[in-house]
């Protein structure tokens, strides 16, 4: 980390940062000495408690309390926040609602998918090529928008069924990266480069949604109902299906489950909530191009799976917040921003593998696993 902060920083900067690693290190090594000489066993159940004392605001008794207060909270932020603090906000929304579509796929189903930014953007173009073009607003648009998505999702997880793990990571990949190119150079649809712009606003009647608090209360309750589906879906058959093909597809296949109609079940649910986030960001924006779906963009909500929890929908919702607020918060340390937040990715992933708010099945293998 030393070296890598010298050009950036400086030979004398470079070694601090090295130093400061390097005595963290010794420290985590002097508390693992004294684990291994019982100052710091426990019982497993005390361990197993502790482990949870986070967790349970999100699975255990406390999580309707929880619930109402953080929802509560976010009712009021409109009358007490600015306009930059209420768009970053909003934008969180956006990105809590792809990592949750995210989250059927790789969290549920365990397919590593790249190429998430695409379905994005089929629901923010849909919305854009029907609202200018054929007049279309924005809340007929938005099931158009979100099913064509989903039919999208179909064409991307038919080839791919055979394929697992890296191999349909690539494919995934290539997918995002091919509709990237055809929205840049399709001129005489998409606009190519330029984009599509003057795409009008939500309206309700004679209402239209004009000022950030507006979007930002119309993406609250977006989100709020996609948490409903997906937990709702998530502890249907069709969740407890989607858990056991992530973890034997063979012995959930041998059991009777149709892997290759869930496989493509989930390919399109997630592909669906990204059309929708995409139909949202087109109507706040007032604007869409290529640039705004990058594979960037697909590596970023990935993280906010992994690093939030796969699986887990309080997880993947903070993973979000975190990961976007984070590069925000560090805008006064530009230079070092990407390096502290990759430093921030590796000691999570080695320091709590299972992710900010695991799931309690994941977490009680983590548990049993380091008794």
Not at 100 to 113: A, F, K, P, S
Not at 141 to 164: E, N, V
Not at 247 to 261: C, I, K, L, S
Request: with cysteine; aromatic share 12%.
């Amino acid at each position: 980390m030393g070296l890598l902060a010298v050009p950036f920083a400086g030979v004398t900067t470079g070694v601090y940062i090295a130093l400061a690693i390097l005595a963290g290190g010794v420290a985590l090594a002097g508390l693992s000495v004294l684990d291994k000489s019982g100052v710091l066993d426990r019982p497993k159940a005390q361990l197993t408690r502790a482990y949870y004392s986070f967790e349970d605001f999100a699975y255990g008794p406390k999580r309707t309390i929880a619930n109402l207060i953080v929802l509560t909270l976010l009712i009021a932020l409109p009358f007490a926040a600015n306009r930059y603090t209420l768009d970053l906000a909003t934008q969180t929304g956006i990105y809590v609602m792809l990592a949750l579509g995210l989250n059927v796929v790789v969290g549920q189903t365990g397919l590593l998918v790249l190429g998430y930014v695409a379905f994005y953007a089929v629901g923010a173009y849909t919305y854009a090529l029907l609202s200018t073009g054929l007049g279309v607003g924005f809340w007929p648009a938005l099931p158009i928008a979100a099913f064509f998505a989903g039919i999208f999702g179909l064409l991307i997880g038919a080839p791919t069924l055979r394929l697992r793990g890296d191999y349909l990571a690539i494919v995934t990949l290539g997918f995002g990266e091919i509709t990237r190119i055809v929205l840049n150079n399709f001129d005489s649809l998409t606009g190519g480069p330029n984009g599509i712009s003057g795409i009008p606003r939500p309206s309700v009647g004679s209402f239209v949604f004009s000022s950030l608090s507006h979007y930002y209360f119309l993406m609250l309750g977006m989100v709020v109902l996609t948490v409903l589906f997906v937990r709702r879906l998530n502890g249907s058959r069709i969740g407890r299906a989607w858990i056991a093909i992530r973890e034997d597809e063979v012995a959930a296949e041998a059991m009777g489950v149709n892997t290759t109609r869930l496989k493509l079940l989930a390919f399109s649910i997630g592909a669906t909530f990204a059309g929708v986030a995409g139909v949202f960001y087109t109507a706040k924006m007032g604007f869409v191009s290529p640039e705004s779906f990058n594979f960037f963009e697909s590596v970023i909500i990935l993280c906010m799976v992994v690093l939030g929890g796969m699986g887990s929908i309080p997880g993947v919702i903070l993973g979000a917040v975190v990961l976007y607020l984070l590069p925000e918060a560090l805008r006064d340390f530009q230079q070092y921003r990407m390096l502290i937040f990759g430093t921030a990715m590796i000691a999570m992933m080695i320091l709590h593998p299972q992710g900010l708010i695991g799931t309690k099945r994941h977490g009680m293998e983590m548990c049993a696993g380091r008794e």
